[in-house]
T-cell receptor, first 112, second 117 residues
């Protein structure tokens, strides 16, 4: 049972570099999310998707882009990384709009 | 926008004792869902318990139970017979049932629970 899988798990970037985080879920969930977790801040929503081909902004979308070309995948992109984007990123999915979220293991990103 | 407040950044409990973690939330909706998630040092987010606002009965999962006070907008988590494996960060979360709020979970900032042997 893979559930929600994030790659990579760890990454170090230099300021200005770009990268993409990949999230894949095998539960046929409609809804997918990207959160970031920072010390003392809890989890904050970056972007989310309510179905294939759709995306929407969350609480802290600036500096990030997302795509949902396939139902099972949700990509988070950083076009020009900044030290403020150093964080742990979580992908999550849910089947219903009223259900709990299932989370990946998180990806730790450090921007130097 | 809905907000979730966890007023206890850190708590500790003796092994085998009971501890209660507090959570309050702000909403204008009458129907919604509340959750407690556990995050151990492994970083994995694990669902502990969920509560539907339309249900008056408090949810229970083994040693974990909640005290849901809808009028007071309070949703506390009680852990009975605390075990060393309960040591973790605990997050309270809210999910609405209408509009954009139904698509996302709003989290509190978390309470770090330590269990003393």
């Amino acid at each position: 049972n893979a559930g929600v899988t994030q790659t990579p798990k760890f990454r170090v970037l230099k300021t200005g570099q770009s990268m993409t985080l990949l999230c894949a879920q095998d539960m046929n969930h409609e809804y997918m999310y990207w959160y970031r977790q920072d010390p003392g801040m809890g989890l904050r929503l970056i972007h989310y998707s309510v179905g294939e081909g759709t995306t929407a902004k969350g609480e802290v979308p600036d500096g990030y882009n997302v795509s949902r070309l396939k139902k099972q995948n949700f990509l988070l992109g950083l076009e020009s990384a900044a030290p403020s984007q150093t964080s742990v990123y979580f992908c999550a999915s849910s089947y219903l709009s009223i259900g709990e979220l299932f989370f990946g293991e998180g990806s730790r990103l450090t921007v130097l | 926008a809905q907000t979730v407040t966890q007023s206890q950044p850190e708590m500790s409990v003796q092994e085998a004792e009971t501890v209660t973690l507090s959570c309050t939330y702000d909403t204008s909706e009458s129907d919604y869902y509340l959750f407690w998630y556990k995050q151990p040092p492994s970083r994995q987010m694990i669902l502990v318990i969920r509560q539907e606002a339309y249900k008056q009965q408090n949810a229970t999962e083994n040693r974990f139970s909640v005290n849901f006070q809808k009028a007071a907008k309070s949703f506390s988590l009680k852990i009975s017979d605390s075990q060393l494996g309960d040591a973790a960060m605990y997050f309270c979360a809210y999910r609405g049932t209408s509009g954009a709020g139904s698509y996302q979970l709003t989290f509190g900032k978390g309470t770090k629970l330590s269990v003393i042997p």
